[in-house]
């Protein structure tokens, strides 16, 4: 969009957002007329723009975001309201962040609902004018990229209304990230250039940005700045003490125990009270990226549990004191186990007093419209790399060549961005992610080779692209050609396209973002009318916090079963206007089927902190929660896996599908399992239980917990007496039953599934013919002699199993109350099935396939032709202990069938 209609744009915003009544798309048509008629837009913008740009109001307009939820602690008392009505809290520094957030053409009901969220936020902190000692620890989850800073720094705002003196923000664990939060700050609640401010005289510091250009009656103080970190002598130059500065003070500060190391200093000898070693003025603690630098990250124990000490002691020395931390991963480290005996290490930053999820806006761009809903228009596989690119390689690789789908993602983004300019936002940036190795020196070589492939695409276009038709005989615009009409046909003509190659090209610059001295910071700031094209390289540093401007095509090959990893790495999660459809993510077929996976377990853990809000359950219990969560288990044994050690943990499968995802590799075992369920079957029908035929299969109801026991102690699907994955452990599941099998799950429902997959042959089961199901299996276990069952979102069966052994009626209802629960009350195209779980007075369901293992098409290992039985369990809710069921984690065995994390060593020596 050019500048001018950015203008427009937020003019259009800004009074609609002060007219009360509702926008129709006629008012909406007549306000763009009415500024087209003032002398700044007056015979400068087209009827197709104006058009052009009323659609897309129209189209936030009806943005939705709901306003999430919360639990609190028991003794939770609000303020808020009592001191605004005793004009004991302002509205400067959100007034202003509110004009920017309208200036930036945000749906009104986005902003509205960021004003309530962060008032519930602020109303739980403590009362900056309540004079005695107070401490609070909270915790906000979001969604990755969905606009967290934005939340907090409409906080940082309202808390500096309020009466907060001191606000520290820590920021992540790498320089690119710290700066980049630091121009937010710069621009929503400081209103001034902070790196300017730093480097030249006094006459030129007046550059104002952001929320400046409101109101400059009240800057806040910033000890540090855009270019440069927390510094003692710099901050002693500016004032001796907190106490002596009229306006707030804040600081965005690496989370560096160095760092934090000077502040504490600083603060010390300055700062403290006579007499009491305590600082009067009220402060907050932002903790950006909560979960990180704990056990999950890279950083030693002994960095980790300095960080945490130093915030602890950052907290202690304040006589009033808040700590909030924020995350997209409620698996985060603070809910499980810090890996530590210190008790008051592993407490005193759980946030103890309130927990707040936050809700998406209905236009965000995530797990669910990418991996699920939309995933054949978003996703494209990576099959060719592993000759040439292997996942997991060694840090003297060579990158002599790059595999063909990188290329292809290459050219894919250009011709976005070309098609990107031809809709009008050639002032927008766009951004291509490629993240494919943990090496700083093999980011490098990367770097290297796809600076080659542009430079190629460049001299190409330079030469011929002004030629018309005849252009194509040029191979490089020709192979353009071919990636447009595979990507983007249907999105817009090849002649709008070719034209704008070469601006693209020009501007094309590829760039590397990690630790290494070759890192080039990723500034958006200097594209002047044009915005910034740039394609990113890295690993580590691109996967926290660190946001990608206007990012449309990602390359990811890395390998991590870490939740929080996995949904860090995942920067194309965002938004998107006016070019969702163009945007691709390239990614293995292995990496697709845990971000789904994953997604359904994230879900799961908001809609139980929903659920929890409505029973006023209490922090403590929600922390239960997610450390009883069956997934739990995966990310506790990795963060133990350095002990050798067994883990005591209590697990609940209540509202969980438990599936035989791995399957040992063993032809007697395999018969036995299958004899296993033909026993099964045929014992129901020695009890008169008829099997029902049904659209995808056969059902049997009301079958004896006793049968059901006798079939789990047969099946076996792995031979050695040590599991190692803990969900399918056969004293698990045989545990969790018989603490139950005398009232909740004393009768059960058996599912007999079918494939539809009319290219594979029917085989014989208890008098049944059966389709198998087809799924892939993970190359480097099937080695160890493993089937690890992957697919496409991590699961054996579908979503639509588990609506068997419901009523119709029953599965319309469970599928409203779902709609109903959602913020937009729309229904997605996938649902979660734990919906179907929910159900009151369904019975478990037991769920019985065969599956064809299907090699990955890099895999030279031989696999079973046969296919092998594998089965499902999916429990409804409980109300024995909670759901709950102990069990010890066999650490080991999960490290030798996972082996190291990738991403473990990111932090250190020459990886990013």
Same mark, same amino acid.
């Given at each position: 969009?050019?500048?001018?209609?950015?203008?427009?744009?937020?003019?259009?915003?800004?009074?609609?957002?002060?007219?009360?009544?509702?926008?129709?798309?006629?008012?909406?048509?007549?306000?763009?007329?009415?500024?087209?008629?003032?002398?700044?837009? *007056?015979?400068?913008?087209? $009827?197709?723009?104006?058009?052009?740009? *009323?659609?897309?109001?129209?189209?936030?307009?009806?943005?939705?975001?709901?306003?999430?939820?919360?639990?609190?602690?028991?003794?939770?008392?609000?303020?808020?309201?009592?001191?605004?009505?005793?004009?004991?809290?302002?509205?400067?520094?959100?007034?202003?962040?509110?004009?920017?957030?309208?200036?930036?053409? #945000?749906?009104?009901?986005?902003?509205? *609902?960021?004003?309530?969220?962060?008032?519930?936020?602020?109303?739980?902190?403590?009362?900056?004018?309540?004079?005695?000692? @107070?401490?609070?620890?909270?915790?906000?989850?979001?969604?990755?990229?969905?606009?967290?800073?934005?939340?907090?720094?409409?906080?940082?705002?309202?808390?500096?209304?309020?009466?907060?003196?001191?606000?520290?923000?820590?920021?992540?664990?790498?320089?690119?990230?710290?700066?980049?939060?630091?121009?937010?700050?710069?621009?929503?609640? =400081?209103?001034?250039?902070?790196?300017?401010?730093?480097?030249?005289?006094?006459?030129?510091?007046?550059?104002?940005?952001?929320?400046?250009?409101?109101?400059?009656?009240?800057? +806040?103080?910033?000890?540090?700045?855009?270019?440069?970190?927390?510094?003692?002598?710099?901050?002693?130059?500016?004032?001796?003490?907190?106490?002596?500065?009229?306006? +707030?003070?804040?600081?965005?500060?690496?989370?560096?125990?160095?760092?934090?190391? &000077?502040?504490?200093?600083?603060?010390?000898?300055?700062?403290?009270?006579?007499?009491?070693?305590?600082?009067?003025? +009220?402060?907050?603690?932002?903790?950006?990226?909560?979960?990180?630098?704990?056990?999950?990250?890279?950083?030693?124990?002994?960095?980790?549990?300095?960080?945490?000490?130093?915030?602890?002691?950052?907290?202690?020395?304040?006589?009033?004191?808040?700590?909030?931390?924020?995350?997209?991963?409620?698996?985060?480290? %603070?809910?499980?186990?810090?890996?530590?005996?210190?008790?008051?290490?592993?407490?005193?930053?759980?946030?103890?007093?309130?927990?707040?999820?936050?809700?998406?806006?209905?236009?965000?761009?995530?797990?669910?419209?990418?991996? #699920?809903?939309?995933?054949?228009?978003? =996703?494209?596989?990576?099959?060719?790399?592993?000759?040439?690119?292997?996942?997991?390689?060694?840090?003297?690789?060579?990158?002599?060549?790059?595999?063909?789908?990188?290329?292809?993602?290459?050219?894919?983004?250009?011709?976005?961005?070309?098609?990107?300019?031809?809709?009008?936002?050639?002032?927008?940036?766009?951004?291509?992610?490629?993240?494919?190795?943990?090496?700083?020196?093999?980011?490098?070589?990367?770097?290297?080779?796809?600076?080659?492939?542009?430079?190629?695409?460049?001299?190409?276009?330079?030469?011929? *692209?002004?030629? /018309?038709?005849?252009?194509?005989?040029?191979?490089?615009?020709?192979?353009?050609?071919?990636?447009?009409?595979?990507?983007?046909?249907?999105?817009?003509?090849?002649?709008?396209?070719?034209?704008?190659?070469?601006?693209?090209? %020009?501007?094309?610059?590829?760039?590397?973002?990690?630790?290494?001295?070759?890192?080039?910071?990723?500034?958006?700031?200097?594209?002047?009318?044009?915005?910034?094209?740039?394609?990113?390289? /890295?690993?580590?540093?691109?996967?926290?916090?660190?946001?990608?401007?206007?990012?449309?095509?990602?390359?990811?090959?890395?390998?991590?079963?870490?939740?929080?990893?996995?949904?860090?790495?995942?920067? @194309?999660?965002?938004?998107?206007?006016?070019?969702?459809?163009?945007?691709?993510?390239?990614?293995?077929?292995? /990496?697709?089927?845990?971000?789904?996976?994953?997604?359904?377990?994230?879900?799961?853990?908001?809609?139980?902190?929903?659920?929890?809000?409505?029973?006023?359950?209490?922090?403590?219990?929600?922390?239960?929660?997610?450390?009883?969560? !069956?997934?739990?288990?995966?990310?506790?044994?990795?963060?133990?896996?350095?002990?050798?050690?067994?883990?005591?943990?209590?697990?609940?499968?209540?509202?969980?599908?438990?599936?035989?995802?791995?399957?040992?590799?063993?032809?007697?075992?395999?018969?036995?399992?299958?004899?296993?369920?033909?026993?099964?079957?045929?014992?129901?029908?020695?009890?008169?239980?008829?099997?029902?035929?049904? +659209?995808?299969?056969? #059902?049997?109801? &009301?079958?004896?917990?006793?049968?059901?026991?006798?079939?789990?102690?047969?099946?076996?699907?792995?031979?050695?007496?040590? !599991?190692?994955?803990?969900?399918? $452990?056969?004293?698990?599941?045989?545990?969790?039953?018989?603490?139950?099998?005398?009232?909740?799950?004393?009768?059960?429902?058996?599912?007999?599934?079918?494939?539809?997959?009319?290219?594979?042959?029917?085989?014989?089961?208890?008098?049944?013919?059966?389709?198998?199901?087809?799924?892939?299996? $993970?190359?480097?276990?099937?080695?160890?002699? =493993?089937?690890?069952?992957?697919?496409?979102?991590?699961?054996?069966?579908?979503?639509?199993?588990?609506?068997?052994?419901?009523?119709?009626?029953?599965?319309?209802?469970?599928?409203?109350?779902?709609?109903?629960?959602?913020?937009?009350?729309?229904?997605?195209?996938?649902?979660?099935?734990?919906?179907?779980?929910?159900?009151?007075?369904?019975?478990?369901?037991?769920?019985?396939?065969?599956?064809?293992?299907?090699?990955?098409?890099?895999?030279?290992?031989?696999?079973?032709? $046969?296919?092998?039985?594998?089965?499902?369990?999916?429990?409804?809710?409980?109300?024995?202990?909670?759901?709950?069921?102990?069990?010890?984690?066999?650490?080991?065995?999960?490290?030798?069938?996972?082996?190291?994390?990738?991403?473990?060593?990111?932090?250190?020596?020459?990886?990013?």
């Amino acid at each position: 969009m050019k500048p001018l209609l950015s203008s427009l744009e937020g003019m259009t915003s800004m009074y609609m957002a002060s007219q009360p009544a509702p926008h129709t798309a006629q008012s909406i048509r007549d306000i763009i007329t009415q500024l087209r008629s003032t002398p700044m837009f *007056a015979d400068q913008v087209e $009827d197709s723009e104006a058009e052009e740009l *009323a659609r897309l109001i129209e189209e936030k307009y009806g943005i939705s975001m709901g306003l999430g939820a919360i639990v609190d602690a028991k003794d939770f008392r609000p303020w808020l309201h009592d001191a605004r009505i005793n004009g004991e809290v302002g509205d400067f520094y959100w007034g202003r962040y509110r004009q920017l957030l309208n200036l930036k053409g #945000l749906p009104k009901s986005v902003i509205d *609902a960021t004003d309530e969220v962060t008032d519930r936020v602020l109303d739980r902190l403590g009362d900056p004018n309540n004079t005695s000692a @107070w401490s609070r620890r909270g915790m906000v989850v979001g969604h990755v990229q969905s606009g967290k800073t934005q939340n907090y720094t409409g906080l940082i705002c309202k808390a500096a209304d309020a009466g907060y003196r001191l606000i520290v923000v820590i920021a992540g664990i790498h320089n690119n990230l710290r700066n980049q939060t630091q121009a937010r700050i710069d621009e929503g609640f =400081i209103g001034r250039d902070t790196g300017r401010l730093a480097h030249v005289n006094k006459a030129q510091r007046q550059k104002l940005i952001g929320v400046g250009q409101f109101d400059q009656r009240e800057f +806040p103080v910033s000890l540090t700045n855009t270019l440069r970190d927390f510094n003692k002598a710099t901050a002693t130059t500016n004032t001796s003490q907190i106490g002596q500065y009229n306006v +707030p003070v804040v600081l965005v500060i690496k989370k560096n125990s160095s760092t934090l190391k &000077n502040l504490l200093e600083w603060l010390k000898e300055h700062s403290v009270q006579q007499g009491t070693q305590m600082v009067n003025q +009220p402060m907050l603690v932002i903790d950006d990226e909560a979960d990180n630098a704990s056990i999950n990250t890279a950083y030693a124990r002994d960095e980790v549990t300095r960080i945490n000490g130093q915030i602890r002691e950052l907290l202690s020395i304040f006589h009033r004191s808040c700590y909030v931390g924020y995350t997209a991963t409620p698996f985060a480290n %603070i809910f499980i186990d810090p890996d530590t005996d210190d008790d008051a290490l592993r407490q005193d930053l759980f946030p103890r007093h309130f927990i707040i999820g936050l809700d998406a806006p209905s236009n965000y761009f995530g797990a669910q419209k990418v991996f #699920l809903d939309a995933r054949d228009r978003h =996703i494209r596989l990576i099959e060719d790399n592993e000759d040439i690119f292997p996942m997991k390689h060694k840090i003297d690789h060579p990158v002599d060549v790059l595999p063909g789908s990188l290329v292809q993602a290459v050219r894919a983004f250009i011709v976005s961005r070309a098609i990107r300019n031809a809709r009008g936002q050639q002032a927008a940036h766009a951004s291509m992610l490629i993240n494919a190795s943990r090496f700083t020196d093999v980011q490098g070589r990367l770097r290297s080779q796809v600076a080659d492939v542009v430079g190629r695409m460049r001299d190409a276009v330079a030469v011929d *692209a002004g030629k /018309g038709r005849a252009a194509l005989n040029n191979p490089e615009i020709a192979a353009l050609h071919s990636v447009w009409q595979q990507e983007y046909a249907e999105d817009a003509d090849w002649t709008d396209v070719q034209p704008r190659l070469h601006e693209v090209l %020009i501007a094309a610059r590829v760039v590397e973002v990690n630790a290494s001295k070759r890192s080039q910071a990723l500034d958006y700031d200097q594209g002047g009318e044009h915005g910034v094209t740039i394609i990113a390289v /890295g690993g580590f540093s691109l996967s926290r916090g660190l946001t990608l401007e206007g990012l449309t095509v990602s390359y990811f090959l890395r390998n991590s079963i870490m939740y929080d990893t996995l949904m860090q790495m995942g920067r @194309w999660f965002g938004y998107r206007p006016g070019y969702e459809d163009l945007c691709r993510v390239w990614i293995s077929a292995d /990496g697709v089927g845990w971000y789904a996976h994953i997604h359904e377990a994230m879900d799961d853990l908001q809609s139980q902190l929903k659920r929890m809000e409505l029973v006023k359950a209490t922090p403590e219990q929600f922390g239960l929660a997610v450390r009883s969560h !069956p997934e739990t288990l995966i990310v506790t044994a990795r963060n133990k896996m350095g002990s050798s050690k067994e883990l005591p943990v209590r697990v609940s499968l209540a509202e969980h599908l438990v599936e035989t995802t791995i399957v040992a590799v063993n032809a007697e075992q395999l018969r036995i399992n299958v004899r296993a369920g033909e026993k099964l079957l045929a014992k129901a029908h020695t009890k008169g239980i008829a099997l029902e035929p049904r +659209p995808r299969g056969y #059902l049997l109801k &009301n079958v004896s917990v006793d049968l059901i026991r006798d079939f789990l102690n047969e099946y076996r699907a792995e031979p050695n007496t040590r !599991p190692v994955n803990p969900l399918a $452990d056969p004293k698990l599941i045989a545990d969790y039953i018989d603490g139950r099998r005398e009232s909740e799950l004393a009768t059960w429902d058996v599912f007999v599934a079918s494939s539809k997959n009319l290219e594979m042959s029917d085989l014989a089961f208890a008098g049944l013919q059966l389709v198998p199901y087809e799924r892939m299996v $993970d190359d480097a276990l099937l080695k160890k002699g =493993i089937l690890a069952f992957s697919g496409s979102r991590r699961r054996i069966g579908a979503s639509e199993d588990e609506v068997e052994g419901l009523t119709k009626d029953q599965i319309l209802q469970a599928r409203e109350t779902f709609r109903l629960s959602r913020p937009d009350k729309t229904l997605p195209a996938s649902v979660n099935p734990k919906i179907y779980r929910q159900v009151a007075g369904r019975r478990p369901l037991l769920i019985l396939r065969f599956v064809k293992p299907k090699a990955d098409a890099q895999s030279s290992t031989a696999i079973p032709l $046969d296919p092998v039985l594998a089965w499902g369990m999916s429990f409804p809710s409980s109300q024995i202990d909670n759901g709950l069921v102990e069990y010890v984690v066999n650490t080991i065995g999960m490290r030798e069938m996972f082996g190291d994390d990738d991403s473990e060593e990111e932090a250190r020596g020459d990886t990013d």
